[in-house]
């Protein structure tokens, strides 16, 4: 158990919709990340906060959104969604230090009929 | 160009032979990190090993050990004695500057069956 939880596991739902993933970072952990996992591109970095404010951005949408609450859950907003949007979707956290590794909650599986 | 490199799509082993998944890296930083990942079939992603840039030493957790050269940009993950559960994908990542604020970039990875 990484201490990262992912809600929900799993997400069916139709194009053109919206859906909101929720990630609760392991205890003492200020930094949450964002990550899309797919066949076709691998592992994406979509978005980091730390500390309730936005650090990094990657291959992110614009149809995408998210936020850190002052609790420092994270949520990742996908709106009209897409055929492409199917993927595994990853929050991680970690702790201050370049030594520190993300761990990973187990994911959002998200299917777009 | 790809900041990581793993050449290797898939690997095959047999139960309790080592096996050497490849991981290249291209950075300019003096100061990253390196770390390993796997990913069984269940999907979750699960933290190996980690090694720094200004490590003498190569790093080692468990059968899990770090073959890093530094001058070839190199971090080959070992492992020794292979188990049927390790049969899964194994992720190398890299964390560039040592702030330790930065994010992490990912291979492609590499698939690893271990067989009886």
């Not at chain 1, 201490?3 to 069916?12: C, D, E, R, S, Y």
């Not at chain 1, 055929?83 to 959002?108: E, K, M, V, W």
């Not at chain 2, 095959?12 to 950075?27: G, I, N, P, R």
């Not at chain 2, 003498?56 to 188990?83: C, D, H, M, P």
């Amino acid at each position: 158990d990484s201490g990262v939880t992912q809600t929900p596991k799993h997400l069916i739902t139709a194009t053109g919709q919206r859906v909101t993933l929720r990630c609760s970072p392991r205890s003492g952990d200020l930094s949450v990340y964002w990550y899309q996992q797919s066949l076709d591109q691998g592992l994406q970095f979509l978005i980091q906060y730390y500390n309730g404010e936005e650090r990094a951005k990657g291959n992110i949408l614009e149809r995408f959104s998210a936020q850190q609450f002052p609790d420092l859950h994270s949520e990742l907003n996908l709106s009209s969604l897409e055929l492409g949007d199917s993927a595994l979707y990853f929050c991680a956290s970690d702790r201050i230090g370049s030594g520190q590794p993300q761990h990973f909650g187990d994911g959002t599986r998200l299917s777009i009929l | 160009a790809q900041k990581i490199t793993q050449t290797q799509p898939g690997m095959f082993v047999q139960e309790k032979e080592a096996v050497t998944l490849d991981c290249t890296y291209d950075t300019s930083d003096q100061s990253y990190g390196l770390f390993w990942y796997k990913q069984p079939s269940s999907g979750e992603m699960i933290f190996l090993i980690y090694q720094g840039s200004y490590d003498e030493q190569n790093a080692t957790e468990g059968r899990y050990s770090l073959n890093f050269q530094k001058a070839r940009k190199s971090a080959n993950l070992v492992i020794s004695a292979s188990q049927l559960g390790d049969s899964a994908m194994y992720f190398c990542a890299m964390r560039e500057g040592g702030s330790g604020y930065s994010t992490l970039t990912f291979g492609k990875g590499t698939m690893l069956l271990v067989s009886p």
